[in-house]
């Protein structure tokens, strides 16, 4: 099956400091999600972004598709912040095969 | 729009028991999904739903079963729960456009232990 990889898979950052998430996956896919899980594991939907550029707010999300990988950008990070952030890809066709995430800790 | 939403949102069963779980969507989405999540792990696809009447295994089948009478409703059930059950359950959703717009959307989840 696909293997999805994220890094880093542990991330602590001061209040205000910006980060960049990466997800690599091992195959050709039709769609990719970014999620963040809040702390009451409640998952929260980011991005659809098969490929391209987009941004909302503090996030942005880029996924180059020929090369397998997304990249997700928090700038000026927040306490709310905190939580792990995951991605997914469509992989096989209309299933979700989710990474094991990134958990990002936000501190005063 | 409620969405996506699950019940029961806690519960505690004995190894042996049964139960269903039981998942509801108000976006005439077409496609249903179950997945289930370990502590410190991604979720991992149960059992899916490409209409309503249709329902095909995903990743890690084994010991549940699921039923789509209804397009808005998809139930999970456990015939004979086990402490190896024990998980965090989530239920999303999705238009289902092959090869197409399929974003998927997540219930709150539903925290089930065995003992």
């Known amino acids: 099956g696909i293997q999805v990889e994220q890094s880093p898979p542990d991330l602590i950052l001061q209040e205000g400091a910006n980060s960049t998430l990466r997800c690599n996956f091992s195959d050709s896919v039709n769609n990719l999600q970014w999620f963040h899980q809040n702390p009451w594991g409640q998952l929260i939907n980011l991005f659809y972004?098969?490929?391209g550029t987009k941004q909302n707010g503090r996030l942005s999300a880029t996924t180059v598709a020929t090369e397998r990988y997304s990249l997700l950008y928090i700038s000026s990070s927040q306490t709310t912040d905190s939580g792990v952030y995951f991605c997914a890809v469509e992989w096989p066709a209309s299933k979700l095969t989710f990474g094991t995430g990134t958990r990002l800790q936000v501190t005063l | 729009n409620a969405g996506v939403t699950q019940t029961p949102k806690f519960r505690v069963l004995k190894t042996g028991q049964s139960m269903t779980l039981l998942c509801a969507q108000d976006?005439?989405?077409?496609?249903m999904y179950w997945y289930r999540q370990d502590p410190g792990m991604g979720l991992r696809l149960i059992h899916y739903s490409v209409g309503e009447g249709t329902t095909a295994k995903g990743e890690v089948p084994d010991g549940y079963n699921v039923s789509r009478l209804k397009k808005q409703n998809f139930l999970l059930g456990l015939e004979s729960a086990a402490p190896s059950q024990t998980s965090v359950y989530f239920c999303?959703?999705?238009?289902?456009?092959?090869?197409?717009?399929?974003?998927?959307?997540f219930g709150p989840g539903t925290r089930l232990t065995v003992l």
């Open positions: 976006m005439n989405h077409e496609y």
């Open positions: 972004i098969p490929s």
């Open positions: 999303a959703s999705s238009y289902g456009i092959a090869g197409g717009y399929n974003e998927q959307f």
